[in-house]
């Protein structure tokens, strides 16, 4: 099938999901004013474009986001090639990691609000733990599968180790590494806006929060469904990013004609 | 250049080398064959500093082998996962020039004459997998000649490309040896390709591996594919190492049932870790 028509046929998805709800809707069959219609949901989603403070929410949100992948990446990159890279530094950490791991990050609000000072502080904290998973997990699997060959062949021209890690693990790991990036984006974004939503502050989740208060169904909606699109769009974009510069990775692993 | 005296490895308690004596003079061509699973990989990597063999010695133009020596490039088998495939051919060539120190630029310049060298000027700007595999193989020949190595080990350089190609990539080192005068170690298991690229053939015996035949070749040059292969001398030296190879003494019929029937390529080949 051709990317066009594959786009096609989402969009008649979507499309046709939005005019069952709206019909829904009309006919009285879901209630109006619990759920309100798609094309109010869909007026209102227009109108928060012109909307100063929403957008400013947006952007606290989305920096938040940025903040913290790039403080996990600093983290999380360096520790995983060392794990990768190193038999006994994975082992002694392994243990540790998938102790760490599988903790829900909103369990780990009430630590971050007493350990830091200010909410946005505790919002980035909670971003970084939660996206470092993620980004070590890929990077650590990024390495450990480098072609022994590889390495061997930079040995064999006389590199040491550093140079191997620099010149052949970290280049060959990094589609892995991009990979864990566009996964760590997706839960950063979900884990700023739920701390948004239950601890306040400033962003989106706040933004939604007070148009709930207000009862403001329609406004709650267009909130959440910008921050659909919003995951969607980072979301393709890093993966574009991806399939632009790792053609080579593809190529090898025979996905692309030659 | 290269001298190898009692050189032993084990992995655990399986031998793979069982004392290597070689020695191997500037500039020659020396094809060293045996039987698969024989240990040539092991050896290989013991004279490239890959490896740190459990006995012997190996001195690389006199100086003993301890880490993996200045002058050395090794050529593997599989050129598909030896080149890089994020870098271009070019870079690919130029990158162990890194270690020589020297700018970009010169860097670049040799490497195009290194890709000059073995015909395929056009293919700088290429990745390695936009390319054949002959192609790929002449790349990585490339850029161990860019390196401009006093030593090149050449692993099974031609085991994993067809027939023609193959024929080709010979006539390829033949023309870089000439031209550059480097030593070459090139490891084989083709019996016809080791007499007919060296100025010496090799023959280990299967593991625990020691050097049961060593022949000098002696065949007019420069050689070609159809004459050399049909000279009187170049059937008879490949027929004395194919008796060699399979652990028969030379001048030994080889048509003997029973000596084919205890030939070292009917037994199952160890299950020792392969080099």
Same mark, same amino acid.
């Not at chain 2, 000098?216 to 059937?235: G, M, N, S």
């Given at each position: 099938?051709?990317?066009?028509?594959?786009?096609?046929?989402?969009?008649?998805?979507?499309?046709?999901?939005?005019?069952?709800?709206?019909?829904?809707?009309?006919?009285?069959?879901?209630?109006?004013?619990?759920?309100?219609?798609?094309?109010?949901?869909?007026?209102?989603?227009?109108?928060?474009?012109?909307?100063?403070?929403?957008?400013?929410?947006?952007?606290?949100?989305?920096?938040?986001?940025?903040?913290?992948?790039?403080?996990?990446?600093?983290?999380?990159?360096?520790?995983?090639?060392?794990?990768?890279?190193?038999?006994?530094?994975?082992?002694?950490?392994?243990?540790?990691?998938?102790?760490?791991?599988?903790?829900?990050?909103?369990?780990?609000?009430?630590?971050?609000?007493?350990?830091?000072?200010?909410?946005?502080?505790?919002?980035?904290?909670?971003?970084?733990?939660?996206?470092?998973?993620?980004?070590?997990?890929?990077?650590?699997?990024?390495?450990?599968?480098?072609?022994?060959?590889?390495?061997?062949?930079?040995?064999?021209?006389?590199?040491?180790?550093?140079?191997?890690?620099?010149?052949?693990?970290?280049?060959?790991?990094?589609?892995?590494?991009?990979?864990?990036?566009?996964?760590?984006?997706?839960?950063?974004?979900?884990?700023?806006?739920?701390?948004?939503?239950?601890?306040?502050?400033?962003?989106?989740?706040?933004?939604?929060?007070?148009?709930?208060?207000?009862?403001?169904?329609?406004?709650?909606?267009?909130?959440?469904?910008?921050?659909?699109?919003?995951?969607?769009?980072?979301?393709?974009?890093?993966?574009?990013?991806?399939?632009?510069?790792?053609?080579?990775?593809?190529?090898?692993?025979?996905?692309?004609?030659? | 250049?290269?001298?190898?005296?009692?050189?032993?490895?084990?992995?655990?308690?399986?031998?793979?080398?069982?004392?290597?004596?070689?020695?191997?003079?500037?500039?020659?061509?020396?094809?060293?064959?045996?039987?698969?699973?024989?240990?040539?990989?092991?050896?290989?990597?013991?004279?490239?500093?890959?490896?740190?063999?459990?006995?012997? !010695?190996?001195?690389?133009?006199?100086?003993?082998?301890?880490?993996?020596?200045?002058?050395?490039?090794?050529?593997?088998?599989?050129?598909?996962?030896?080149?890089?495939?994020?870098?271009?051919?070019?870079?690919?060539?130029?990158?162990?020039?890194? !270690?020589?120190?020297?700018?970009?630029?010169?860097?670049?310049?040799?490497?195009?004459?290194?890709?000059?060298?073995?015909?395929?000027?056009?293919?700088?700007?290429?990745?390695?997998?936009?390319?054949?595999?002959?192609?790929?193989?002449?790349?990585?020949?490339?850029?161990?000649?860019?390196?401009?190595?006093?030593?090149?080990?050449?692993?099974?350089?031609?085991?994993?490309?067809?027939?023609?190609?193959?024929?080709?990539?010979?006539?390829?080192?033949?023309?870089?040896?000439?031209?550059?005068?480097?030593?070459?170690?090139?490891?084989?298991?083709?019996?016809?390709?080791?007499?007919?690229?060296?100025?010496?053939?090799?023959?280990?015996?299967?593991?625990?591996?020691?050097?049961?035949?060593?022949?000098?070749?002696?065949?007019?040059?420069?050689?070609?594919?159809?004459?050399?292969?049909?000279?009187?001398?170049?059937?008879?030296?490949?027929?004395?190492?194919?008796?060699?190879?399979?652990?028969?003494?030379?001048?030994?019929?080889?048509?003997?049932?029973?000596?084919?029937?205890?030939?070292?390529?009917?037994?199952?080949?160890?299950?020792?870790?392969?080099?």
């Amino acid at each position: 099938m051709t990317n066009a028509r594959r786009t096609l046929r989402g969009v008649l998805g979507v499309a046709g999901f939005l005019l069952v709800m709206e019909a829904l809707g009309r006919t009285g069959i879901i209630d109006p004013y619990l759920i309100p219609l798609a094309s109010t949901i869909l007026t209102g989603a227009a109108r928060l474009l012109a909307n100063g403070e929403f957008l400013s929410q947006v952007g606290v949100t989305l920096s938040s986001c940025a903040i913290g992948l790039l403080l996990a990446a600093a983290v999380a990159v360096p520790l995983g090639t060392a794990m990768g890279t190193v038999p006994a530094v994975e082992r002694s950490l392994r243990p540790l990691v998938e102790f760490l791991r599988p903790i829900p990050s909103l369990a780990l609000l009430p630590l971050a609000m007493f350990l830091f000072l200010s909410g946005e502080q505790g919002k980035i904290a909670l971003i970084v733990y939660t996206s470092c998973w993620p980004l070590l997990i890929n990077t650590l699997y990024g390495l450990r599968d480098v072609d022994p060959l590889a390495k061997e062949t930079l040995r064999s021209f006389g590199f040491g180790s550093y140079d191997v890690v620099r010149l052949v693990s970290l280049p060959s790991a990094a589609p892995f590494i991009t990979t864990g990036v566009r996964i760590a984006a997706s839960v950063a974004l979900i884990v700023a806006v739920s701390v948004e939503l239950v601890a306040g502050g400033d962003g989106i989740g706040v933004f939604v929060t007070q148009a709930a208060s207000g009862n403001r169904r329609d406004v709650v909606l267009a909130a959440t469904l910008w921050t659909g699109i919003i995951g969607l769009l980072v979301n393709s974009l890093l993966a574009k990013a991806e399939s632009r510069l790792f053609r080579w990775h593809r190529a090898r692993a025979g996905e692309e004609a030659l | 250049m290269l001298e190898i005296s009692d050189l032993t490895h084990s992995y655990g308690a399986y031998q793979a080398l069982g004392g290597v004596n070689l020695t191997v003079a500037e500039g020659e061509l020396v094809c060293v064959v045996g039987p698969s699973g024989c240990g040539k990989s092991t050896l290989l990597r013991s004279i490239g500093g890959l490896l740190r063999p459990t006995g012997g !010695r190996v001195l690389v133009q006199g100086r003993p082998v301890e880490k993996v020596p200045d002058d050395l490039a090794i050529v593997f088998q599989d050129y598909s996962r030896s080149l890089f495939p994020w870098m271009t051919v070019a870079d690919n060539v130029s990158l162990p020039l890194r !270690r020589r120190g020297g700018d970009r630029r010169s860097r670049a310049a040799a490497a195009v004459e290194a890709l000059e060298q073995v015909g395929l000027p056009a293919a700088a700007g290429k990745y390695p997998w936009e390319l054949s595999g002959g192609m790929q193989q002449r790349v990585a020949i490339a850029r161990a000649l860019a390196y401009k190595p006093a030593l090149m080990l050449m692993d099974e350089p031609f085991g994993s490309v067809d027939a023609q190609t193959r024929e080709d990539l010979e006539d390829l080192v033949l023309q870089v040896r000439r031209s550059s005068g480097m030593t070459i170690v090139l490891i084989t298991h083709d019996i016809d390709e080791s007499v007919y690229v060296g100025d010496r053939v090799v023959v280990l015996s299967k593991s625990p591996a020691t050097v049961v035949g060593d022949l000098r070749v002696e065949l007019p040059e420069p050689r070609d594919q159809i004459a050399t292969r049909e000279h009187p001398d170049f059937v008879h030296l490949r027929a004395e190492v194919g008796r060699l190879v399979r652990g028969m003494r030379s001048g030994e019929p080889a048509a003997a049932p029973e000596a084919e029937a205890a030939s070292p390529e009917q037994e199952p080949a160890p299950a020792a870790p392969k080099a």
